[in-house]
């Protein structure tokens, strides 16, 4: 399956802690990434994460034209709700093509994990079907 993963920069250390614990499970799945975010995940552990851009420059859209084309299965986005963002469009954007698309959507460390360990049962298997 393919994972989306995204992280402002207040909670860029809580989705790489994310992933450290989570690594065997994300090992068996295709991971994209936002830039910076995708760097920092792939030097805590060893995971091949297909990069974009940084969000602000453009990954976040770039993550967005996959989801309009059904090419993610899952997006973990660890956002600061408490932080205004300059590119809130392109992440307004996000939680709306995931909603359309049907796309299983964490913005929290909890949903994340109930989203990670699903996947790993192979409660998402649906995502398959539909696409």
Same mark, same amino acid.
């Given at each position: 399956?393919?994972?989306?993963?995204?992280?402002?920069?207040?909670?860029?250390?809580?989705?790489? *802690?994310?992933? /450290?614990?989570? +690594?065997?499970? %994300?090992? #068996?799945?295709?991971?994209?990434?936002?830039? $910076?975010?995708?760097?920092?995940?792939?030097?805590a552990t060893g995971l091949?994460?297909?990069?974009?851009?940084?969000?602000?420059?453009?990954?976040?859209?770039?993550?967005?034209?996959?989801?309009?084309?059904?090419?993610? *299965?899952?997006? /973990?986005?660890? +956002?600061?709700? %408490?932080? #205004?963002?300059?590119?809130?469009?392109?992440? $307004?954007?996000?939680?709306?093509?995931?909603?359309?698309?049907?796309?299983?959507?964490?913005?929290?460390?909890?949903?994340?994990?109930?989203?990670?360990?699903?996947?790993?049962?192979?409660?998402?298997?649906?995502?398959?079907?539909?696409?």
């Amino acid at each position: 399956m393919n994972i989306g993963l995204i992280a402002h920069n207040s909670k860029k250390t809580l989705l790489q *802690d994310f992933c /450290i614990a989570y +690594r065997g499970i %994300l090992s #068996k799945h295709n991971i994209y990434a936002t830039g $910076t975010t995708g760097r920092m995940v792939e030097e805590a552990t060893g995971l091949s994460v297909h990069k974009f851009l940084a969000g602000h420059l453009g990954g976040e859209t770039q993550l967005c034209t996959l989801i309009e084309n059904n090419d993610m *299965d899952m997006i /973990i986005f660890m +956002r600061d709700p %408490l932080t #205004k963002q300059k590119h809130e469009p392109d992440i $307004t954007n996000i939680f709306k093509l995931c909603d359309e698309h049907n796309i299983p959507f964490a913005t929290n460390i909890a949903t994340a994990e109930v989203l990670i360990l699903a996947l790993d049962r192979g409660d998402l298997a649906w995502r398959e079907i539909y696409k």
